[in-house]
């Protein structure tokens, strides 16, 4: 017991030690930078660069993951201004959002219903290898589960779990035409999940790497197929593009399949892999025949903005993909220092490794990668897929000098902008030449970084995001919990140039940026109340009512500026379900009306021109009990409201209801 503490603890100290020794003396001197360079960045050009002033609009929109909010939130670039948050994985109740009896199956799962997650990856949809606007999509990593985004709408259409998979961290990246959005487990496990001791994880667990098709029309989302991969740790994706169109890469840490302290025991290796898949051969395999379909359980939710509701529907099998049977479909890529971020430059001939234990970038060549495959040259094999060899695959080497590397974007002029976390700096390179051109920290320790379409072919290269992890002294403290911290950097010329700090939403792991041109046109304004087909909306004034069905009551209401139709009701009895579905009638871009009822164990909801949503309210003691709106809709807003009136269980007062009598 004493000696197999006593080891890995001895290296464990020499690690620590090693990483935080770099890490004070670099952030330290980072530390006393920022206070010279924070003046600069004050110098008024560099506010011209930021300043929109009152009445103009942002020229990007930034798309801003939430981490532990499990939303999305929406800013400006470069104003820094935040727009929206847009409810995904999370209960909102400033909307209603998972509230609401429409939502809520948006957030069935087969772990039941799950109110909350850990968003990371926001990706937004392509053709042709450009940003195409329709939809973004975002991984939940704690539950796994894939989001699908309306552009028009800024809505959640979709939720897909992902089932066999346990923290879907390499997500949710897609193909350049959209074809699939994939996820990857981080954690692997069992599977199928069973009962056995965590000590035989080697060899035995598995890590999934999912396919999920989108269909090009609609963007519905279908699981189509499963690579069940050997026991590592799959930790970030991403496609081929151009001429490596049909390959997908993922990292990988946790080779050595440690199933404690990983922290020592999964940094022994001095390589990981990267695994390279080709899911062009898959798609053939499959249709030859090829994959078992394994009994499996997990919830595909689908929400209409024609009866404004959602259904969940649970799915009961999966295709799985042995990645031995399919020759040349995969092959792993040795990559050094326990890799995070894969990346792939926009011209999709160089496979860029972060080694987030090194200072070094290891860049791939897929020209080189092919060559290696063709000829044959492996260095043996991990439970049956090949690995290449290092010296055949590698393109080049980023020396960058900067420590803990996590993710490379590019602006599409030939440059790499790589993160460095222990450092605090993001690193500007040349592709090709892999010399470093500049430097600048950030404060501090940077995860992602983000330019406008970094994730595309063609990358509007004027902005750099930095996605900081620690604020400390950036902002006015507000007690112990700090937002994170972003910066924006203007990339346009040689040098990169700190222009301005933000504050952001929950833990913007990653964000994805379009052009303001390109989405703003297309933003919807309001839901048509002729094309509501929601089964208990109210279109005209006449169809309002108060329905009893035993001890449940359905109030179907209109709302109007500003009133609601009916405003009094009685014969309402305690021990009564009252269901209110409500419709706006309104029509003009930027009217919602709000509604909240005393006592009611819910949130409110807000309720968008031509939409329908329900809410339930159980009254458990009589009296007259108001609901109101909740939105600031006219000058007689504080008028819109109403009477419930509650009687005894036993009473025999009618249902009736009534408007301006
Ligand atoms: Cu935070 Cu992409 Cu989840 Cu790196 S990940 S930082
Ligand atoms: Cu409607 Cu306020």
Same mark, same amino acid.
């Given at each position: 017991?004493?000696?197999?503490?006593?080891?890995?603890?001895?290296?464990?100290?020499?690690?620590?030690?090693?990483?935080?020794?770099?890490?004070?003396?670099?952030?330290?001197?980072?530390?006393?930078?920022?206070?010279?360079?924070?003046?600069?960045?004050?110098?008024?050009?560099?506010?011209?660069?930021?300043?929109?002033?009152?009445?103009?609009?942002?020229?990007?929109?930034?798309?801003?993951?939430?981490?532990?909010?499990?939303?999305?939130?929406?800013?400006?670039?470069?104003?820094?201004?935040?727009?929206?948050?847009?409810?995904?994985?999370?209960?909102?109740?400033?909307?209603?959002?998972?509230?609401?009896?429409?939502?809520?199956?948006?957030?069935?799962?087969?772990?039941?219903?799950?109110?909350?997650?850990?968003?990371?990856?926001?990706?937004?949809?392509?053709?042709?290898?450009?940003?195409?606007?329709?939809?973004?999509?975002?991984?939940?990593?704690?539950?796994?589960?894939?989001?699908?985004?309306?552009?028009?709408?800024?809505?959640?259409?979709?939720?897909?779990?992902?089932?066999?998979?346990?923290?879907?961290?390499?997500?949710?990246?897609?193909?350049?035409?959209?074809?699939?959005?994939?996820?990857?487990?981080?954690?692997?496990?069992?599977?199928?999940?069973?009962?056995?001791?965590?000590?035989?994880?080697?060899?035995?667990?598995?890590?999934?790497?999912?396919?999920?098709?989108?269909?090009?029309?609609?963007?519905?989302?279908?699981?189509?197929?499963?690579?069940?991969?050997?026991?590592?740790?799959?930790?970030?994706?991403?496609?081929?593009?151009?001429?490596?169109?049909?390959?997908?890469?993922?990292?990988?840490?946790?080779?050595?399949?440690?199933?404690?302290?990983?922290?020592?025991?999964?940094?022994?290796?001095?390589?990981?892999?990267?695994?390279?898949?080709?899911?062009?051969?898959?798609?053939?395999?499959?249709?030859?025949?090829?994959?078992?379909?394994?009994?499996?359980?997990?919830?595909?939710?689908?929400?209409?903005?024609?009866?404004?509701?959602?259904?969940?529907?649970?799915?009961?099998?999966?295709?799985?993909?042995?990645?031995?049977?399919?020759?040349?479909?995969?092959?792993?890529?040795?990559?050094?220092?326990? =890799?995070? *971020?894969?990346?792939?430059? /926009?011209? $999709?001939? +160089?496979?860029?490794?972060?080694? @987030?234990?090194?200072? #070094?970038?290891?860049?791939?060549?897929?020209?080189?990668?092919?060559?290696?495959?063709?000829?044959?040259?492996?260095?043996?094999?991990?439970?049956?897929?090949?690995?290449?060899?290092?010296?055949?695959?590698?393109?080049?080497?980023?020396?960058?000098?900067?420590?803990?590397?996590?993710?490379?974007?590019?602006?599409?002029?030939?440059?790499?902008?790589?993160?460095?976390?222990?450092?605090?700096?993001?690193?500007?390179?040349?592709?090709?030449?892999?010399?470093?051109?500049?430097?600048?920290?950030?404060?501090?320790?940077?995860?992602?970084?983000?330019? =406008?379409? *970094?994730?595309?072919?063609? /990358?509007? $290269?004027? +902005?750099?995001?930095?996605?900081? @992890?620690?604020?400390? #002294?950036?902002?006015?403290?507000?007690?112990?919990?700090?937002?994170?911290?972003?910066?924006?950097?203007?990339?346009?010329?040689?040098?990169?140039?700190?222009?301005?700090?933000?504050?952001?939403?929950?833990?913007?792991?990653?964000?994805?940026?379009?052009?303001?041109?390109?989405?703003?046109?297309?933003?919807?304004?309001?839901?048509?109340?002729?094309?509501?087909?929601?089964?208990?909306?109210?279109?005209?004034?006449?169809?309002?009512?108060?329905?009893?069905?035993?001890?449940?009551?359905?109030?179907?209401?209109?709302?109007?500026?500003?009133?609601?139709?009916?405003?009094?009701?009685?014969?309402?009895?305690?021990?009564?379900?009252?269901?209110?579905?409500?419709?706006?009638?309104?029509?003009?871009?930027?009217?919602?009306?709000?509604?909240?009822?005393?006592?009611?164990?819910?949130?409110?909801?807000?309720?968008?021109?031509?939409?329908?949503?329900?809410?339930?309210?159980?009254?458990?003691?009589?009296?007259?009990?108001?609901?109101?709106?909740?939105?600031?809709?006219?000058?007689?807003?504080?008028?819109?409201?109403?009477?419930?009136?509650?009687?005894?269980?036993?009473?025999?007062?009618?249902?009736?209801?009534?408007?301006?009598?």
């Amino acid at each position: 017991m004493i000696t197999i503490k006593i080891i890995p603890m001895k290296k464990y100290s020499t690690y620590l030690a090693s990483m935080l020794g770099s890490f004070l003396v670099l952030s330290g001197c980072g530390n006393q930078d920022g206070k010279s360079t924070s003046n600069g960045a004050l110098a008024s050009n560099n506010a011209e660069k930021v300043y929109v002033a009152p009445g103009e609009q942002d020229e990007f929109y930034a798309f801003m993951s939430g981490g532990y909010s499990g939303n999305l939130t929406v800013y400006g670039l470069p104003s820094g201004r935040m727009f929206k948050e847009i409810p995904v994985f999370s209960q909102f109740p400033t909307s209603g959002y998972g509230y609401s009896e429409e939502t809520k199956p948006m957030l069935n799962t087969s772990f039941g219903f799950i109110p909350g997650d850990d968003s990371h990856h926001p990706d937004i949809s392509q053709t042709n290898g450009e940003l195409d606007g329709r939809w973004l999509f975002i991984n939940g990593n704690n539950t796994p589960r894939i989001a699908r985004i309306d552009l028009k709408t800024f809505e959640t259409a979709e939720i897909i779990e992902v089932p066999n998979s346990a923290g879907n961290h390499s997500s949710s990246y897609i193909t350049e035409n959209t074809e699939y959005v994939v996820a990857g487990t981080r954690f692997s496990v069992p599977i199928p999940q069973r009962d056995m001791p965590i000590k035989d994880y080697k060899g035995n667990f598995k890590g999934s790497l999912s396919f999920i098709s989108v269909d090009p029309e609609d963007g519905r989302m279908d699981l189509k197929f499963q690579l069940v991969m050997p026991g590592f740790n799959y930790d970030l994706s991403h496609p081929g593009r151009g001429k490596s169109h049909g390959w997908f890469f993922f990292t990988t840490y946790n080779t050595e399949e440690a199933n404690s302290l990983l922290e020592v025991n999964a940094s022994q290796n001095d390589k990981d892999f990267i695994a390279a898949v080709n899911w062009k051969k898959i798609e053939e395999y499959i249709e030859n025949g090829g994959g078992t379909l394994m009994p499996t359980n997990y919830a595909h939710n689908v929400y209409s903005d024609e009866t404004h509701s959602a259904t969940s529907t649970m799915k009961k099998e999966v295709l799985t993909i042995d990645p031995t049977k399919v020759p040349g479909a995969i092959y792993f890529l040795p990559t050094p220092k326990s =890799p995070h *971020g894969v990346d792939v430059d /926009p011209t $999709g001939s +160089y496979i860029i490794g972060n080694g @987030k234990l090194s200072a #070094d970038l290891t860049i791939h060549s897929f020209d080189n990668m092919i060559a290696a495959i063709e000829g044959k040259k492996f260095d043996g094999e991990a439970y049956g897929i090949p690995i290449l060899k290092f010296d055949d695959i590698l393109g080049g080497i980023v020396k960058s000098g900067g420590l803990g590397p996590l993710h490379t974007e590019f602006d599409g002029k030939g440059f790499g902008y790589t993160t460095f976390f222990i450092s605090s700096e993001v690193v500007k390179w040349k592709v090709g030449t892999w010399e470093v051109i500049d430097r600048k920290p950030t404060y501090y320790s940077v995860g992602h970084g983000m330019i =406008p379409g *970094g994730n595309s072919r063609k /990358p509007f $290269g004027k +902005y750099f995001v930095s996605m900081n @992890k620690i604020t400390k #002294d950036r902002y006015l403290p507000t007690g112990p919990e700090l937002e994170h911290s972003a910066q924006l950097y203007d990339i346009s010329g040689d040098k990169m140039e700190l222009i301005y700090d933000f504050p952001t939403h929950g833990e913007p792991h990653y964000a994805a940026a379009i052009p303001a041109s390109i989405l703003a046109p297309k933003s919807q304004k309001i839901y048509k109340l002729s094309d509501n087909e929601h089964p208990n909306a109210v279109k005209s004034i006449p169809e309002a009512r108060v329905e009893r069905d035993g001890n449940t009551v359905h109030v179907y209401m209109a709302m109007i500026r500003s009133h609601f139709t009916p405003d009094n009701i009685e014969g309402i009895k305690v021990g009564d379900k009252v269901y209110f579905h409500i419709t706006n009638h309104e029509q003009d871009f930027d009217v919602p009306h709000g509604f909240m009822m005393i006592g009611a164990t819910n949130s409110g909801l807000l309720i968008m021109p031509g939409q329908t949503k329900t809410t339930v309210w159980e009254p458990k003691q009589e009296g007259v009990w108001p609901f109101y709106c909740t939105d600031f809709c006219s000058a007689l807003h504080q008028e819109m409201q109403g009477y419930i009136r509650v009687s005894p269980a036993n009473s025999n007062i009618d249902l009736s209801w009534s408007v301006g009598e």
